[in-house]
């Protein structure tokens, strides 16, 4: 069983950064997939990023790449999201998730998921 709680979110102007954290407990975390997704309001859930276990594999939405980076450190059982340049439709919560296959999280198939964090982008 893996437990996630995310943090970092909270309001920022358009062009601003942010970071997210989701800190993960129980065993074995770099053996899974991490990823974050969104959902705006009135939207579905939207992938934005994951990395594989060891971090040196990561994928990115399209609308994403160049803005937003994620990474991980085992030692500590985190996983982040550094947002920066973000725009009024980065406005969502955000929620981080864990899974076994790196291309199933990707397509949003994951065995786990924390609570969410907002973020809020304003113009």
């Known amino acids: 069983q893996v437990q996630l709680v995310e943090s970092g979110g909270g309001l920022v102007q358009a062009g601003g950064s942010l970071r997210l954290s989701c800190a993960a407990s129980?065993?074995?975390?770099?053996?899974?997939?991490m990823g974050w997704f969104r959902q705006a309001p009135g939207k579905g859930r939207e992938f934005v990023a994951a990395?594989?276990?060891?971090?040196?594999?990561?994928d990115y939405a399209d609308s994403m790449k160049g803005r937003f980076t994620i990474s991980r450190d085992n030692a500590k059982n985190t996983v982040y999201l550094q947002m920066n340049s973000l725009k009024p439709e980065d406005t969502a919560v955000y929620y981080c998730?864990?899974?076994?296959?790196?291309?199933?999280?990707?397509?949003?198939?994951?065995?786990?998921w924390g609570q969410g964090t907002q973020v809020t982008v304003s113009s």
């Open positions: 998730n864990a899974g076994s296959d790196f291309w199933a999280v990707v397509a949003g198939s994951y065995d786990y």
């Open positions: 129980g065993r074995h975390f770099s053996s899974y997939v």
């Open positions: 990395i594989n276990g060891k971090g040196d594999s990561t």
